[in-house]
């Protein structure tokens, strides 16, 4: 597993959508990823496809995780 998944992994499910709110990632499955991901946990397939976008980087995720511990 890679640093990012882990540190991703590490988030709650709010955690997640609001670090992708944060970043502006807009989160808009096609059909096709609709179906690969119907049966995932909503933790599970938030920490997959933000594992994948290459502009949320480790720091991004260190930082944020980082500012929930103290805010």
């Known amino acids: 597993m890679s640093i990012k998944k882990e540190l991703l992994s590490e988030l709650t499910e709010n955690q997640l959508k ?3 709110e944060n970043k ?6 096609n059909e096709r990823k609709k179906r690969y991901y119907a049966e995932w946990d909503e933790k599970e397939k938030l920490t997959d496809i933000m594992n994948d976008i290459e502009d949320l980087t480790v720091k991004d995720i260190e930082e944020f995780i980082k500012i929930q511990k103290n805010p």
Do not use: M, Y
């Open 18 to 20: 609001e670090l992708a």
């Open 24 to 29: 502006g990632i807009k989160l808009n499955l």
